[in-house]
């Protein structure tokens, strides 16, 4: 039985406005796993439903043993960690150790234990040097990292991440694609939310596609950018990559540049 399972799902908001429609999710422990779509696909209600920041109005969601209707979301969110699209819906402490420090507080660790995730935490995101500043003189980018860094603290089992990329430059994303790496080598469960398929392509194993407040298809990132019926349903573009070598002629679902280089050379040789 999988680790995660979003069983018959649906969501609807107070007025009736329904996000999220009769969705099926399962996804195993240690696994990561990118969700894409266009906005209004149901992408972020989804992933809230995951940590019980909303409930399914339909279904069920279970954690491990853990049925997530039974449980408060402050119980939930020591076994699943989110972290927001946007920093300043999160951040609400003067300094940026403060806000790492609050989660594994708020746990009852010892202080022993709290200082060593919070330097774990600070060291992998880039932000042990910025520990005493006020974290609203960061730049959005960097404050991103604070709010990355305040959920690692915690050690959640599961950690989801939306939308990080986004403000973020190429400096950015080597250092998102590198604090997932670390954190499923620890055998991490990670969910992304992103619109930057680059960075789907190169750090995810697995891509879910909803569109229509539905999943519509769920495979490798090969499996997903190279099924055209799936692209267009959920108004997806392929990596660049991919399209250039399509302008090319070049044959084979290419996916990944070291593919791209080798295909020109064995073109270009005959």
């Known amino acids: 039985m ?40 149901g992408k972020t209600t989804t992933v809230k439903m995951l940590n019980a920041l909303q409930r399914p109005t339909k ?31 999160q951040i609400f402490h003067a300094t940026v150790i403060g ?13 022993e234990q709290i200082k060593k995730q ?18 609203y003189n960061l ?34 994303n080597r250092r998102l694609g590198q604090i997932l790496k670390t954190l499923r080598e620890r055998g991490k469960t990670l969910i992304t939310i992103s619109h930057d398929m680059e960075f789907v392509c190169e750090n995810f194993d697995r891509v879910i596609v909803m569109a229509d407040k539905k999943v519509v298809a769920s495979g490798t990132p090969r499996d997903i950018f190279w099924n055209f019926d799936v692209l267009e349903k959920a108004r997806l573009k392929q990596p660049y990559v991919s399209r250039l070598c399509r302008a090319l002629g070049l044959d084979g679902e290419l996916l990944y540049m070291d593919e791209a280089v080798q295909a020109i050379r064995e073109k270009c040789l005959g």
């Open 139 to 172: 730049p959005l980018s960097v404050r991103k990292f604070v709010t990355i860094a305040a959920i690692i603290a915690m050690d959640t089992e599961v950690m989801i991440f939306d939308e990080p990329t986004a403000g973020q430059d190429l400096e950015g």
């Open 59 to 89: 279904g069920e969601v279970l954690i491990g043993e853990m049925n997530t209707k039974d449980h408060t979301t402050a119980q939930v969110s020591r076994v699943v960690g989110y972290v927001f699209q946007n920093p300043d819906d």
């Open 99 to 111: 806000e790492v420090e609050f989660g594994p507080k708020t746990l009852g660790l010892s202080d």
């Open 2 to 41: 999988a680790y995660i399972q979003i069983k018959d799902a649906s969501y609807a908001y107070p007025g009736g406005f329904l996000a999220v429609d009769d969705i099926n999710i399962e996804i195993e422990k240690g696994e990561n796993v990118a969700i894409v779509g266009q906005n209004g696909a």
């Open 118 to 135: 919070v330097d774990y935490a600070l060291k992998i995101t880039g932000m042990a040097k910025f520990r005493d500043e006020n974290p």
